[in-house]
């Protein structure tokens, strides 16, 4: 079922520009340009772009923050501008720049503010507030006031503040900017869990290709206001980096392999680096001809970095 709906959906800005010292000129910029998009429950995508390229007009809109130029917008089934306050109890956000929390407040009251202003009975609140503590590892932190902790401890106590009410849509605007590669690592955990195991529709917009790489089922990206692609990741390689490579481990140095449909793109020793396309051969009939042609110890396949991937994608934007 479709929990967040856009059809034809288009926001414009208007600003003033000098045009002499008395005169000023108007100029209207398209920030998102009659964007379609159907996010199914439960689903987990990224939402990304280049800067500029509409992404957080998208989610203010999605927010009830902003009100489309045109075209309409629902989430969880209701107008989210006309049904702004009905909305907020159902959605979650995180911008990974601003905070939800009280700053100098100790975590635990900031949460116990939270319940207040979402009106979670507090057997609920008490339940989930013991879950996340449990899976982000934050009982040594709730008694820190919050201007005390890390930015990783902080954006574990922000990820928190956003699902205490039990929300079914949760936006994630830039979440692990900054952190090291363990809170990452403990974010995306967290997040694949919620997901998982509570059905929580997530959209992410990010500019760390590794949180879309490792937590998207979906791709979702936006240039210059218009969605120029949707699909799955796997998708996205197959059709804007046809080509992996086979790493190959030798006895012994041996000169360039000759496999049909492959080509050497490097030698270092005993081990070579094979190239080939993905629609043509599978790594599998590749590794059989490399084992019958050279002493072999052991093989890799490498996908293109996902970083190329989409470099590839917004040129062909």
């Known amino acids: ?122 057997a609920r609140h008490a339940e989930n507030l013991a879950t996340f503590v449990d899976l982000l590892e934050l009982g040594p932190l709730l008694d820190r006031p919050v201007r005390q902790l890390s930015l990783g401890e902080r954006m574990r106590g922000e990820l928190t503040a956003a699902l205490l009410h039990d929300p079914t849509i949760l936006y994630l605007d830039e979440p692990t900017i900054g952190l090291d590669i363990v809170s990452k690592t403990r974010v995306r955990e967290f997040l694949a869990a919620v997901n998982r195991d509570r059905g929580v529709t997530i959209v992410l917009t990010t500019h760390d290709l590794d949180d879309v790489e490792r937590l998207c089922s979906r791709l979702v990206v936006i240039d210059h206001g218009r969605v120029v692609q949707d699909s799955t990741l796997a998708e996205v390689r197959r059709r804007y980096a046809p080509h992996r490579t086979l790493v190959v481990d030798l006895a012994e140095s041996w000169p360039a392999l000759d496999i049909a449909g492959t080509e050497v793109t490097r030698i270092d020793g005993p081990r070579q680096w094979l190239r080939f396309h993905r629609d043509e051969h599978t790594a599998a009939e590749l590794i059989s001809q490399v084992a019958a042609t050279a002493p072999l110890i052991d093989i890799s396949v490498l996908e293109p970095d996902i970083e190329d991937v989409i470099k590839h994608v917004y040129g062909a934007a």
């Open 1 to 122: 079922m479709a929990v967040i709906e856009l059809d034809h959906v288009s926001k414009e800005f208007t600003s003033y520009r000098r045009a002499g010292r008395l005169r000023r000129t108007r100029v209207h910029t398209v920030a998102v340009d009659a964007v379609s998009l159907t996010i199914d429950e439960g689903e987990l995508v990224g939402y990304i772009g280049p800067n500029g390229a509409g992404k957080s007009p998208t989610i203010k809109m999605l927010t009830g923050i902003l009100m489309p130029s045109a075209g309409s917008v629902r989430v969880a089934g209701v107008d989210p501008q006309r049904k702004r306050m009905e909305l907020t109890r159902r959605i979650g956000v995180v911008f990974g720049q601003r905070s939800q929390l009280w700053w100098d407040l100790p975590l635990r009251d900031s949460f116990d503010v939270l319940r207040h202003v979402f009106r979670v009975p507090a």
